[in-house]
């Protein structure tokens, strides 16, 4: 006898939908992507319980004829292609025709729709993966879609859900995802009644920034636009005052789809290096499009990876894009500016659990998994509709607060230093504070990285003789490692001489200006590099300068003459971009009259 025969359908079904159907907000993601695909100007999503017991998709787009709705739930059942040479030239969010017979096969679903140009909609009910004889509807033109009781016939799957609050976080990201690529649809999200999102649909890119991040995020977006080739960038990338702890806030788009992108994301980080300090992350907004046939978006059913034609021509557009935009947009930093992100960020985690405690207390876990089997024979009541919205308020002015650039310290005075460490300058209203350290730690990393670009160009190395070489004791394993590395070193600006089995003598550095680096400690900080092989890229070389810089840059409480300070000042206005030192810190810090009378209770 035979061990092996074919699975009836409604089992094989089930098992391929742990391929699309994760969670709650992969439910959520293939209906809006449907209705997107379907023309929608207008989207509602509304679930409850986080999406497990309930997820209402409405759309005001083509809607379907009773055939078409009776065949979209069959698997492999699409609109958007007919032939395998259609997969070259993909326009529509879904293609696959897996999405709707996957999540039939796990949940119990209603589907109402009805085209502008019939007068009767369509009504069809699935259960246990059993299609119902679909029944005539009143409806508006449009679909409507509720999925109810998520995984009841799939207890496995059911147990690895998350509590209530986590489901719906999951959901609002996505949608939120969803609404700033289509800033041309007005999307409502409501949990549990309660309404989470409301984009205007005014097809204006801020003003979704604005309605999903919110005012002070909008208001620091820099925006970008570049191309190469047949390939296309635009978006906005967010300004280093409102950098992140994660990359929560970093949205890729390929040809309008949401996607997950290494070399978008390696050419973001890369081209953030030296305006985000460690560990801190740009807010970004990238839309990249292309010629189809250069982007592969059939890797994972699920369809957020995809593969480029040429990831190196991809890094390149991205990387230097963003680095023109933060440039060309950077500016002193306001102090009120952090300190508003802050209260506002505050106020929307006090919101978040206010909300959370509003909610009921959550059934114990054995109580939640059982309840959906318990209701299965039970009649559903139809899905409670999202209550009706006010439009909301027309958003205030999204223009950025004016910044000031390093031109304005020409007109500022020096009214002293501060602990030693900051130097006080007053400019009209304003008071700006400049970090001694990190404003010549800047001067000293620019300098070095210009040293090297004209060494390239014309085989200048830049260096500075000492008038006495430096003596260093070395190892015979470093020795061996400087005349392995004679080449590099001399490009680096080092010149040294072998004085033996144990030491060498230093006779010139990289030239960095009136304050020459320590040759010591910087000998042996090219040496360590060199031994540990770290200086194979332009990257590696780049992280060797900042260690450089900041080992001969000036410290805090160390005192400068008046003569130093204004060699320092005018060094760095000579600079294109002065606002971070290497590692992202501010150097200069904007303290506005308003702000200072606001801390004397001068003004409310």
């Known amino acids: 006898m035979t061990r092996i025969h074919l699975l009836d359908q409604q089992t094989a079904n089930a098992i391929a939908a742990g391929e699309v159907v994760e969670r709650p907000s992969s439910v959520v993601k293939e209906l809006v992507e449907n209705a997107l695909d379907a023309g929608a100007s207008v989207v509602t999503v509304a679930i409850s319980q986080g999406g497990i017991r309930e997820i209402s998709v409405t759309d005001n787009g083509s809607g379907m004829d009773p055939e078409d709705a009776r065949m979209a739930f ?70 409507r879609i509720v999925v109810r009781d998520l995984f009841y016939n799939v207890p496995a799957r059911f147990k690895f859900l998350r509590k209530d609050t986590t489901e719906a976080g999951h959901v609002a990201e996505l949608v939120e995802r969803i609404a700033l690529a289509r800033p041309d649809v007005s999307f409502r999200l409501y949990h549990n009644q309660q309404e989470l999102l409301h984009t205007p649909g005014n097809n204006d890119l801020l003003s979704a920034v604005y309605a999903v991040w919110g005012r002070q995020t909008a208001q620091a977006c820099l925006p970008l636009e570049a191309s190469q080739g047949p390939l296309q960038l635009s978006g906005f990338i967010g300004s280093p005052d409102i950098a992140r702890g994660t990359r929560g806030q970093q949205c ?4 309008g789809r949401l996607v997950r992108s290494r070399a978008m994301t390696t050419a973001l980080d890369e081209a953030c290096k030296t305006h985000f300090m460690k560990g801190k992350y740009a807010v970004a907004l990238l839309f990249l499009n292309m010629p189809a046939p250069l982007v592969d978006i059939n890797v994972h059913p699920q369809k957020m990876e995809v593969r480029f034609w040429q990831d190196g021509d991809v890094f390149r557009l991205v990387y230097h894009a963003i680095r023109t935009a933060l440039q060309g947009g950077a500016g002193i930093a306001g102090a009120e500016e952090e300190e508003e992100a802050k209260e506002e960020v505050t106020e929307a985690n006090g919101e978040a659990r206010a909300a959370e405690t509003a909610r009921p207390e959550p059934m114990p876990p054995m109580v939640q998994r059982q309840l959906p089997l318990r209701l299965a024979d039970q009649p559903q009541p139809d899905a409670v509709r999202p209550p009706i919205a006010e439009p909301p308020a027309e958003p205030p002015d999204l223009a950025a607060p004016d910044k000031l650039t390093i031109g304005a310290l020409a007109e500022a005075r020096l009214a002293g230093t501060l602990f030693q460490t900051y130097l006080v300058m007053e400019l009209g ?3 700006l504070l400049i970090d001694q350290h990190a404003a010549h730690e800047k001067i000293l990393f620019e300098r070095l990285v210009a040293r090297q670009r004209r060494f390239r160009q014309d085989g200048d190395r830049l260096t500075q003789d000492l008038l006495v070489p430096a003596v260093v004791a070395v190892s015979r394993r470093e020795l061996q490692t400087i005349q392995d590395s004679e080449q590099q070193l001399s490009e680096l600006g080092f010149a040294c001489t072998a004085l033996g089995p144990a030491s060498v003598a230093v006779r010139s550095v990289p030239d960095t200006g009136d304050r020459a680096l320590q040759p010591e400690a910087a000998f042996r900080l090219a040496l360590a590099a060199l031994q540990q092989d770290t200086m194979r890229a332009e990257d590696d070389i780049e992280e060797f300068f900042y260690q450089m810089a900041c080992k001969a840059a000036v410290k805090a409480h160390d005192r400068l003459s008046d003569a130093e300070i204004h060699q320092l000042l005018a060094d760095l206005q000579r600079l294109e971009d002065p606002y971070q030192c290497p590692h992202g810190r501010p150097v200069i810090v904007r303290l506005t009259r308003r702000e200072i009378e606001k801390r004397f209770r001068r003004i409310v």
Do not use: W
């Open 74 to 143: 069959g698997r492999h059942a699409t609109s958007k292609l007919s032939r395998i040479e259609d997969l070259d030239a993909i326009g529509t969010m879904g293609f696959r025709g897996e999405a709707l017979a996957s999540i039939a096969a796990v949940a119990k679903i209603t589907l109402e729709t009805r085209p502008p140009e019939l007068e009767e909609g369509t009504r069809i009910v699935i259960e246990g993966g059993e299609q119902l004889e679909p029944q005539p509807a009143g409806c508006p033109s449009g679909t």
């Open 429 to 431: 209203s304003d008071v």
């Open 252 to 255: 890729f788009y390929v040809n």
